[in-house]
Nanobody, 125 residues
């Protein structure tokens, strides 16, 4: 079973930055598009961003465009989400997930093939 491991979450003040990491356990990521999704308390999980297997294509939800940047280092078997200008409404559990680019780029969470367990991001003063 393919498993991802997220890290880098924590408490940050509004306007601050965090970088999340998504690493693969026991397999290589370079065959998969990887997406970031988030779920705030009481809300449905939503797509944040996706990056193609080579890193040549990316997609962002409108709510984070211009503030978040997705990237990957296939040599390190890791995908990153750099989050800047964080807002309280960014507070959520952030998950990474894998699938084909066709699926991932739609940012549809229930179409993704495999997941991590999530990391909590809290934006609060």
């Amino acid at each position: 079973q393919l498993q991802l491991v997220e890290s880098g979450g924590g408490l940050v003040q509004p306007g601050g930055s965090l970088r999340l990491s998504c690493a693969a356990s026991g397999f290589t990521l370079d065959a998969y598009a990887i997406g970031w999704f988030r779920q705030a308390p009481g809300k449905e999980r939503e797509g944040v961003s996706c990056i193609s297997s080579s890193g040549g294509n990316t997609n962002y939800a409108g709510s984070v465009k211009g503030r978040f940047t997705i990237s990957r280092d296939n040599k390190k078997n890791t995908v990153y989400l750099q989050m800047n200008s964080l807002k309280p409404e960014d507070t959520a559990v952030y998950y990474c997930a894998g699938a084909t680019w066709y699926v991932c780029s739609s940012l549809t969470y229930n179409a993704m093939d495999f997941w991590g367990k999530g990391t909590l991001v809290t934006v609060s003063s």
